[in-house]
């Protein structure tokens, strides 16, 4: 079965820190750029970080730049999301998603455009919450 699961999501106080895990089962990330997406309670799925299949390059969203780290290992097959410093307004369900070598893949393209309709897989997400 192909998939991304997501996982390491939780309660954590303002300040405090998570790291996200998206693991890929049945096809390899290697030619993937992934991205982690967020979609808070009545507000639209937004992107917060992708990074890219090969030279490693990466795009933050404004919003988390300095505070959220995203990283892949692709020995593990898995892409990680360290967020420090967490706030209240991180509070979302997390997804992250793969974008193949078909079509734009740029870690910004993916982040800002593609993924509205445009990823070939989905993980079905795991929600943070940030609040004391």
């Known amino acids: 079965q192909l998939q991304l699961v997501e996982s390491g999501g939780g309660l954590v106080q303002p300040g405090g820190s998570l790291r996200l895990s998206c693991a890929a089962s049945?096809?390899?990330?290697?030619?993937?750029?992934i991205g982690w997406f967020r979609q808070a309670p009545g507000k639209e799925r937004e992107g917060v970080s992708c990074?890219?299949?090969?030279?490693?390059?990466?795009y933050y969203a404004d919003s988390v730049k300095g505070r959220f780290t995203i990283s892949r290992d692709n020995a593990k097959n898995t892409v990680y999301l360290q967020m420090y410093s967490l706030k209240p307004e991180d509070t979302a369900v997390y997804y992250c998603?793969?974008?193949?070598?078909?079509?734009?893949?740029?870690?910004?393209?993916?982040?800002?455009?593609?993924?509205?309709?445009?990823?070939?897989?989905w993980g079905k997400g795991t929600l943070v919450t940030v609040a004391s």
């Open positions: 998603a793969g974008a193949a070598l078909s079509g734009l893949t740029s870690p910004g393209h993916v982040c800002l455009i593609r993924f509205r309709s445009g990823m070939d897989y």
């Open positions: 049945g096809f390899s990330l290697d030619y993937y750029t």
């Open positions: 990074i890219g299949d090969s030279d490693g390059s990466t």
